[in-house]
């Protein structure tokens, strides 16, 4: 055989080899494979081994899984004024492939950018207290503004989470003023409570040694118990309480008699 022979039959096989290499495409679980044939669609492939016909056809692999995009920090307005930075994190992931590539030219970006301006949308509707306590909510408020966007894309937008909400230090110092403010009337409550049982226990208690005397004696004694036990310098006199009642009955006495 010749050597143009040899050449020609080295350049036929390299041709096929690269002609097979073009046909045969090999598509992992999570990916799926939209074709383009002279610029139709054609029905979905993959997983797995598939055939295309290299020049005619055009391969457009999507990836199935669920992907995350950080919102960066945006400042918000919100509904009572107050300027916040507000981030947050987008889980996604298309359900319809065809509609991904023919709806959108890039359905990763349009996503990213929807979400952007839903979440300053949403959050500048809202009052500073609801988007510090009812972040439950929100999240998911925002989960089906977008979802209801991206949709026609054939992309499924799963969970919306508001990440950090970053308050100016003035505002800071104020909601700690104020919270300092509210544990101060908790607490003058807590003890005005405190003295009106403790007043209402005293009352009962001032009918009971009315009534019984002795009982006035005994809580005398174990107050003097009490003291004696402690290692302190007071100095207690008992007084009878007979001989304060006979003081009571003179004044009274000398007072009629003035």
């Known amino acids: 055989m010749s050597e143009g022979a040899l050449i020609g039959l080295a350049l036929a096989l390299i041709a096929v080899v690269a002609l097979v290499a073009a046909a045969v495409k090999i598509l992992p679980e999570y990916e799926r494979g939209v074709i383009l044939r002279l610029g139709r669609i054609q029905p979905l492939k993959g997983p797995g081994l598939i ?11 999507v990836n199935l899984r669920t992907q995350t995009y950080d919102i960066p920090p945006q400042d918000v307005i919100t ?3 107050v300027t916040v930075r507000v981030n947050a994190v987008v889980y996604f ?6 509609r991904s590539v023919l709806s959108i030219d890039d359905y990763r970006f349009g996503t990213q950018q929807i979400a952007q301006t839903t979440l300053r949308s949403v959050l500048g509707r809202a009052p500073l207290d609801d988007l510090l306590s009812k972040r439950d909510e929100i999240n998911q408020h925002l989960q089906q503004v977008i979802d209801q966007v991206t949709d026609p894309w054939g992309v499924k937008v799963t969970v919306v989470e508001v990440k950090d909400v970053i308050l100016p230090e003035s505002m800071r110092r104020a909601m700690a003023r104020q919270a300092e403010a509210e544990r ?5 409550v807590i003890h005005a409570l405190g003295e009106k049982e403790a007043a209402a226990n005293l009352g009962e208690a001032a009918v009971v040694l009315e009534e019984h005397p002795a009982a006035m004696q005994l809580r005398t ?10 290692k302190n310098s007071t100095i207690a006199f008992p007084v009878p309480m ?9 004044a009274a006495d000398a007072a009629r008699r003035d």
């Open 184 to 188: 101060d009337r908790r607490a003058k």
């Open 221 to 230: 004694l174990g107050t003097l118990l009490e003291l004696g036990a402690e």
């Open 51 to 61: 055939l295309i016909i290299p020049i005619v056809d055009r391969l457009i692999r």
């Open 79 to 81: 509904e009572d004024n």
């Open 242 to 250: 007979e001989l304060l009642r006979m003081v009571d009955k003179a």
């Open 93 to 98: 992931n298309v359900v319809e492939a065809v």
